[in-house]
T-cell receptor
Framework: EAQVTQNPRYLITVTGKKLTVTCSQN?????MSWYRQDPGLGLRQIYY???????DKGDVPEGYKVSRKEKRNFPLILESPSPNQTSLYFC?????????????FGSGTRLTVV | TQLLEQSPQFLSIQEGENLTVYCNSS?????LQWYRQEPGEGPVLLVT?????EVKKLKRLTFQFGDARKDSSLHITAAQPGDTGLYLC???????????FGAGTQVVVTP
């Protein structure tokens, strides 16, 4: 089954404790992206990657890091999480970027930073 | 400030009624997508529209892309409880790879 897999689904952590949210896709997609979803603000792009070793900032990149060493994986790293990073996070992939190709989203990671 | 403005923010209707959700912008989009998101899940793509004036139908859902490619609408005929969800529009301008989302319209269809 074609899918984007995120782990974990739920995570509660403390301020300053480094964490990684994993994302993997099995569709051989070139493009991958991370979004955060907050009430009233919709989905905002954090980082995206158009290919292996090619990443770029989205609209809200502060406090996050990403890497794309393999086509299938695109982990999101929070080096020193803060409470304002409490949010619902989604990883998405697409054959290529832009709105001409459909995005497949993961099921989300609900992160709480206390 | 949202690049894509969706209206209304919330819509509650009875089963069998019709509804329309709007997605507007001052920017021109090369293409635009509509997604539906259910609680606890990621958005699922419904349709992509790429040509100004284009109309696409998906069973009881009709999607329209404005002639100037700045706006779009989603019309649901004879809504059913299974249509309940958060409807999101998303588009890209000339910044390839940066898909922008609207804040969404929460639709609730009661039996």
């Amino acid at each position: 089954e074609a899918q984007v897999t995120q782990n974990p689904r739920y995570l509660i952590t403390v301020t300053g404790k480094k964490l990684t949210v994993t994302c993997s896709q099995n569709m051989n997609h070139e493009y991958m992206s991370w979004y955060r979803q907050d009430p009233g603000l919709g989905l905002r792009q954090i980082y995206y990657s158009m290919n292996v070793e090619v990443t770029d900032k989205g609209d809200v990149p502060e406090g996050y890091k990403v890497s794309r060493k393999e086509k299938r994986n695109f982990p999101l790293i929070l080096e020193s999480p803060s409470p304002n990073q409490t949010s619902l996070y989604f990883c998405a992939s697409s054959r290529f970027g832009g709105a001409s190709y459909g995005y497949t989203f993961g099921s989300g990671t609900r992160l709480t930073v206390v | 400030t949202q690049l894509l403005e969706q209206s209304p923010q919330f819509l509650s209707i009875q089963e069998g009624e019709n509804l329309t959700v709007y997605c507007n912008s001052s920017s021109v989009f090369s293409s635009l997508q509509w997604y539906r998101q259910e609680p606890g899940e990621g958005p699922v793509l419904l349709v992509t529209v790429v040509t100004g004036g284009e109309v696409k139908k998906l069973k009881r859902l009709t999607f329209q892309f404005g002639d100037a490619r700045k706006d779009s609408s989603l019309h649901i005929t004879a809504a059913q409880p299974g249509d309940t969800g958060l409807y999101l529009c998303a588009g890209d301008t000339d910044s390839w790879g940066k898909l922008q989302f609207g804040a969404g319209t929460q639709v609730v269809v009661t039996p």
